[in-house]
């Protein structure tokens, strides 16, 4: 499969515990997105990578998360001290430039963080 | 700021018939429009987008939408709907002129179900 694949699927955490996910983006991609989805809502932008640079990173990213892209591949998005409002699918992203600029972004499957 | 409204919560459509899911945006500059579709435990699905060019765009699944920029919307129709297609239905916008590079700002979705 070579769509986006994101781990863990799901993640139960007691509140105040760290929790890291990891997205693999689709390998041509150098545009890497995170977003957070909460039921009955659109997904939310959180941030965004071009190669391993960090290019721009939403309010809803406090300062209890942190993502990182080290080497333009892969990606972690890790959240310090949980809290129960983290609760939420976690949604990440890859694309390319497209035409124009114009790439859709592909999804991948989420990891639903469930914090207890 | 930029915005995305998808006015209807759910639409019921009978299987067979046309169905059409709204949708209208509030940007700065030309937008760049998209449709994502979500089934049960998935991650989004892309459908189709409007970059620049013909107003009406097909997608994928028989789906097609129409750009219209007097009235700001992008409503996704499709001829003849299918029993499968049940599912939600995001409708998204990038604004590139508008600053924050490639992030896309969704809608709240409207669930469609088709009924045998």
């Known amino acids: 499969d070579t769509g986006v694949s994101q781990n863990p699927r799901h993640k139960i955490t007691k509140r105040g515990q760290n929790v890291t996910f990891r997205c693999d983006p689709i390998?041509?991609?150098?545009?890497l997105y995170w977003y957070r989805q909460t039921l009955g809502q659109g997904p939310e932008f959180l941030t965004y990578f071009q190669n391993e640079a960090q290019l721009e990173k939403s309010r809803l990213l406090s300062d209890r998360f942190s993502a990182e892209r080290p080497k333009g591949s892969f990606s972690t998005l890790e959240i310090q001290r949980t809290e129960q409002g983290d609760s939420a699918m976690y949604l990440c992203a890859s694309s390319s430039p497209g035409l124009a600029g114009g790439g859709e972004q592909f999804f991948g499957p989420g990891t639903r963080l469930t914090v207890l | 700021a930029q915005s995305v409204a998808q006015p209807e919560d759910q639409v019921n459509v009978a299987e067979g018939n046309p169905l059409t899911v709204k949708c209208t945006y509030s940007?700065?500059?030309?937008?760049?429009l998209f449709w994502y579709v979500q089934y049960p435990n998935r991650g989004l699905q892309f459908l189709l987008k409007?970059?620049?060019?013909?107003?009406l765009v097909k997608g994928s699944y028989g789906f097609e939408a129409e750009f219209n920029k007097s009235q700001t919307s992008f409503h996704l129709k499709k001829p003849s709907a299918l029993v499968s297609d049940s599912a939600l239905y995001f409708c998204?916008?990038?604004?590139?002129?508008?600053?924050?590079?490639?992030?896309?700002?969704f809608g709240a979705g409207t669930r469609l179900a088709v009924h045998p």
């Open positions: 940007v700065s500059g030309n937008p760049y």
């Open positions: 390998s041509e991609h150098n545009r």
């Open positions: 998204a916008v990038r604004a590139p002129l508008a600053g924050g590079y490639n992030k896309l700002i």
């Open positions: 409007y970059i620049t060019g013909d107003n």
